[in-house]
């Protein structure tokens, strides 16, 4: 629209309108590229999650090659840390464990059988494997994924479908109102080369020219406070979307929870002990909830830290997990009852080791003191003992039994049930006399059972508060996670997100239909487990056809195509994977789920400072077109009060900045008390400001003082009106009532319910200085005469310039009639009204 407007400009003899306009659309479509380069690399950053050299046997003969030349039936030998390069079956198990939580969502490493499958782009965590290649490049299971989220379309954001609305309102009002002043010059004896000009100069003038950058500044603005609060904005829209938000669907793994795993608890058959504490490291709060004999606790915590190769280890002052996460957690564990497991690793020898597997579901070690070891020569198995961890049926079906068999189960039962993962803990010792057990199964009998150890992946400390927000200002949560459906529910209790009656699903739950799809899951406080990446893409899609703006959070590769078919995309920063974060519009700098709230409370400012200076642009326009109508109905007679070149430096010289001031409003303290923003930007009460009071009375107040002016030059009714000097007093008095009055009007718009003086002259500091430089501006306009030999207009006189100012009480008086009557008129709403009276869109 604004190029043609350029092409008409140039016709109709404006070179300066032309020009001016082609510069906004220039500036504003580099500052568009630049956003937009970095917005749709996710199928390449897909490359970074696969190793460059990986080993492999070929022809009976280990080998090392780059991962891009390994193909279909070559035999891949992995170790601990290796990343996996293709999809694979397993031939050769060594205690292999895997993380997936990239693809699956699940944040427990995987074990893998022989004839198992794994993927591309997971890692080795521990134990090693010789697997053969089945899969690679474009026919593995990251790459259907990358297939996913490529091919997804962004679904168009709520803000653009508005703007694409206005604009066409906009066009189509001044296109018809500048062919009906072409008709009424040609009906009162205009030339038709002069009415074409004179129609072509309105129909630009009520173009609104720096609408389009304003609207890309307060997105700017906006995506710039979001950043203030660790919400990097990566597309402009998404601010005023996120805004919008009806419905969240957030992962469980890395978002609501720290996805790291914790020691909780330790129960043995004499004593039980509560750990508080998060990370891993040594640090933490113990709490015997049962302490007959707290040294058999301490020997469960080191037993099965025993039992392990993953390590707490402190890098750069962080304590970090290396090895399986839940294996670390059993180190820390270790540390935090008081054990130096490191000194104790020192002073024992591991004979032997039988790795985890998922048929025997647990895993032992053959260890013995190094004192003894060197007392006997090495040659005996003096105080050597066999440890045993594992699921809680596998380890009590190898231990003798006892008194303490069924209190064991039901305190698993217990823990079970509050959604942590649940290892039994055993030993035997061995004699010098006893020769060492050739296999796992000469060494896995007559056990005596240590306790259990509860672990689980702690849920972040602000989410229970961050949810509750959301649901105070009337947005729906659900949680989507590839997790155990126990897991996830307990989980979701804990952190506020279930609630009674929301379904609990798993992905195979879901119907095929996307219309009983969306009633299903159409719920607050739903779980959705076993979540695959196409469940993620069908429950978008099924939310976003019922009217809902969908807000997706993710980190992983799986969540790629769920984040680019939401309306908003949210990845974290910190554990996401760059695909997630490549094709999310929002990324989480610190991966905490309550930087949300903040940003939605951004959003939804930035959505009503569009509808505050859209307001304030046609409240212009009214006042700017005020003039040829009064000249129309008089047939000419009554000369033009605004010049074309007038209106264009005041909708681009003396309002942008105001407009952009009004696009960096501050939320509202009430902005996240009720349902999200919404409805038309030009709305009724918008239309109502605009149109039937701040326009006219601007209109009301410059026609005043052009017609004072030439009062002041002798003019009198029923006389004819002069030309010259005189005409060009009278032209500057309008231009100088409407700048006045568009000032008064910032002001205004800053608020639909409260007056500038209740929210305070200085608050936003931007209109202040806004103000006072399209004042010098204005000045300049009036007084240096080229440029007002240009804009046909000269400083006014004094009576008029005394005219002129009133511009501004008359606005703020009409302003403030206007919401005093807005708030008795809310005084007598029904208290089931309440809520809907603090909706934002009322502020």
């Not at 840390?81 to 969502?105: H, K, P, Y």
């Not at 038709?192 to 307060?218: K, S």
């Not at 989480?588 to 505050?612: E, K």
Request: proline share 5%; hydrophobic share 50%.
């Amino acid at each position: 629209m604004l190029w043609v407007a350029v092409a008409l400009a140039w016709l109709a003899d404006l070179p300066q309108l032309s020009v001016a306009i082609s510069c906004v659309v220039i500036i504003n479509a580099v500052f568009s590229f630049a956003q937009e380069q970095r917005s749709d690399h996710a199928a390449q950053r897909l490359r970074a999650l696969l190793p460059r050299r990986v080993r492999v046997r070929r022809d009976g003969q280990p080998d090392e090659v780059d991962a891009v030349d390994v193909v279909v039936g070559d035999v891949l030998l992995l170790a601990a840390g290796d990343r996996i390069c293709a999809d694979a079956d397993v031939i050769v198990n060594r205690g292999l464990r895997v993380d997936a939580s990239m693809l699956t969502g699940e944040s427990e490493s995987i074990g893998a059988e022989i004839d198992g499958r794994i993927s591309a782009g997971t890692f080795v965590i521990d134990g090693e494997a010789d697997a053969v290649v089945v899969a690679t490049g474009n026919s593995t299971r990251l790459a259907e994924i990358s297939t996913l989220t490529s091919g997804t379309r962004r679904p168009q954001r709520p803000l653009t479908t508005e703007l694409n609305r206005v604009v066409r309102m906009i066009s189509v009002v001044a296109v018809a109102v500048g062919l009906a002043f072409m008709a009424i010059s040609l009906l009162i004896g205009t030339s038709a080369a002069d009415a074409m000009v004179f129609a072509i100069g309105v129909t630009v003038a009520l173009v609104p020219e720096a609408l389009l950058p304003t609207v890309t500044l307060a997105l700017a603005i906006g995506g710039q406070r979001m950043a203030h609060h660790n919400a990097l904005v990566r597309h402009l829209d998404a601010v005023e979307t996120l805004g919008s938000t009806t419905f969240i669907c957030t992962d469980k793994t890395g978002t609501l929870t720290e996805n790291r795993m914790v020691v909780t608890s330790l129960w043995s058959p004499d004593a039980q002990l509560q750990i508080e504490g998060a990370g891993y490291g040594p640090v933490a709060k113990l709490t015997p909830t049962r302490d007959a004999d707290r040294s058999t606790i301490v020997q469960l915590a080191v037993a099965a830290a025993r039992c392990g190769t993953g390590r707490a280890l402190q890098r750069d002052g962080e304590w970090v997990a290396v090895g399986d996460p839940m294996e670390a957690a059993l180190d820390a564990c270790a540390r935090r009852v008081g054990h130096d497991i490191d000194a104790d690793r020192r002073d024992r020898i591991e004979l032997d080791r039988f790795p985890f597997d998922s048929a025997r579901k647990r895993m032992s070690v053959l260890i013995r003191s190094r004192e003894s070891d060197e007392a006997t020569g090495a040659t005996g198995a003096a105080d050597a003992e066999v440890i045993v961890k594992g699921a809680l049926e596998t380890v009590l079906e190898l231990c003798r039994d006892d008194d303490t068999t069924q209190a064991c189960r039901d305190e698993a039962a217990r823990m079970t049930q509050l959604g942590l993962r649940v290892l039994a803990v055993g030993r035997r010792g061995i004699t010098s006399a006893s020769s060492l057990p050739p296999d796992a199964a000469g060494a896995e009998h007559d056990l005596q059972l240590l306790g259990l150890i509860a672990l689980m992946d702690p849920p972040r400390p602000a989410a229970r508060d961050a949810l509750m927000r959301c649901r105070q200002a009337g947005i729906k949560v659900a949680m989507i996670t590839g997790d155990h459906p126990q897991t996830a529910l307990a989980i979701a209790w804990q952190v506020g997100l279930a609630l009674d009656g929301a379904p609990v699903l798993t992905g195979s739950d879901l119907p095929a239909d996307e219309a009983d799809r969306g009633a299903l899951i159409d719920h607050d406080g739903v779980v959705i487990s076993r979540a695959t990446p196409e469940d993620k893409l069908r429950i978008a899609d099924a939310l976003r056809v019922r009217g809902h703006v969908v807000a997706m959070t993710g980190d992983g590769v799986n969540d790629g195509p769920a984040l680019r078919a939401a309306s908003v995309g949210i990845a974290m920063g910190r554990s996401g994977t760059d695909v997630a974060r490549e094709a999310a519009d929002v990324v989480l700098l610190d991966d905490d789920f309550a930087t949300i709230v903040a940003a939605v409370a951004q959003g939804r400012a930035t959505y009503l400072n569009v509808r505050r200076f859209l307001t304030y642009h046609l409240t212009d326009n009214v006042a700017e077109l005020t003039p040829f109508v009064i000249w129309a109905l008089s047939r000419g007679r009554i000369p033009l009060a605004l010049t074309v070149m007038q209106i264009l430096a005041l909708d681009i010289g003396t309002d942008t900045m105001s407009a952009t001031a009004l696009g960096a409003e501050p939320p509202a303290a009430h902005v996240l008390d009720g349902p999200p923003v919404s409805g038309r930007l030009l709305n009724r009460s918008v239309a109502i400001r605009a149109f039937a009071l701040l326009g006219p009375t601007e209109a009301l107040v410059s026609m005043s003082a052009f017609f004072v002016a030439f009062l002041a030059a002798g003019w009198r009714p029923g006389q004819s009106f002069p030309g010259g000097a005189p005409l060009y007093a009278a032209s500057g008095a309008a231009f100088l009532a409407v700048v006045l009055g568009q000032k008064a009007n910032a002001w205004a718009c800053r608020s639909a319910t409260k007056t500038p003086w209740r929210l305070g002259w200085s608050s936003n500091h931007l209109l202040v200085y806004a103000a006072a430089g399209e004042m010098v501006f204005a000045i300049v306009c009036l007084t240096f005469a080229p440029i007002a030999h240009a804009l046909d207009n000269q400083f006014p006189p004094l009576l008029a310039t005394v005219v002129a100012a009133l511009s501004i009480p008359a606005v703020w008086l009409v302003d403030a009639l206007y919401k005093a009557g807005r708030r008795r008129s809310r005084l007598r709403v029904t208290p089931y009204d309440h809520d809907r009276d603090r909706r934002p869109v009322e502020q």
